[in-house]
């Protein structure tokens, strides 16, 4: 069966440092990767996704992931953290073959000025 | 110019009635979905249609039974409400058939309370 965890309920990170959260998954065959955000009372936004090719796959405001087939992981990362990138933030997995998106548990980002 | 529209935001009810949330889409989109976002913020896969027909249906009690009049509607009806219904349901959309991995496009949520 298809899973994928986001080990960290919270992460901390000042304004102006790299931030990193965290996802691995659990799939047969090939996974597609996806990462949303969700902020306070609001509905999930696409961020980004990796289906195949470069493992760093870039994404909207500035955000990126980097695909580790090795160790099943796919971490959301950015270079300069934003007071404004405080949100929820939601890893998923959709196994090949199949029409269902499984996601994570999410992660709470909180950057601090 | 909402994508993804959902109503009402808020719905508070008691328990033993029925409810129904509706789902719109304005993206032309083929398939649309019904998640379920609880008060620890788990996000799990409901019902999903795509073009009106059921392609995904999950352990869900049957007394939730969606609706799909046409591609951009799905309506999502809940007979006998119970305490543990009360949640965050989320409406999404995607065009799964010509592009499989396409994102999905949410609505900004029904918040359910059920007293």
């Known amino acids: 069966a298809q899973s994928v965890a986001q080990p960290e309920d919270q992460v901390n990170v000042a304004e102006g440092n790299p931030l990193t959260v965290k996802c691995t998954y659990s799939?047969?065959?090939?996974?597609?990767l996806f990462w949303y955000v969700q902020y306070p009372n609001r509905g999930l936004q696409f961020l980004l996704k990796y289906i195949t090719g470069d493992n760093l796959v870039k994404g909207s405001y500035g955000f990126e992931a980097e695909f580790n087939k090795s160790q099943t992981s796919f971490h959301l990362k950015k270079p300069s953290a934003l007071v404004s990138d405080s949100a929820l933030y939601f890893c998923?997995?959709?196994?090949?073959?199949?029409?269902?998106?499984?996601f994570g548990t999410g992660t709470r980002l909180q950057v601090f000025p | 110019d909402t994508a993804v529209s959902q109503t009402p935001k808020y719905l508070v009810t008691q328990m033993g009635n029925d409810k129904s949330i509706k789902c719109e889409q304005n993206l032309g989109h083929d398939t649309m979905y019904w998640y379920k976002q609880d008060s620890k913020k788990f996000l799990k896969i409901m019902f999903s249609?795509?073009?009106?027909?059921?392609?995904i249906n999950e352990t869900v009690p049957n007394r939730f039974s969606p609706k799909s009049p046409d591609k951009a509607h799905l309506n999502l009806h809940i007979n006998s409400l119970e305490l543990g219904d009360s949640a965050v349901y989320f409406c999404a959309s995607s065009q799964a058939d010509s592009r499989p991995n396409s994102p999905l496009h949410f609505g900004n949520g029904t918040r359910l309370t059920v007293t």
């Open positions: 998923a997995v959709r196994a090949f073959n199949t029409d269902k998106l499984i």
């Open positions: 249609y795509n073009n009106k027909e059921l392609i």
């Open positions: 799939v047969s065959g090939n996974p597609y």
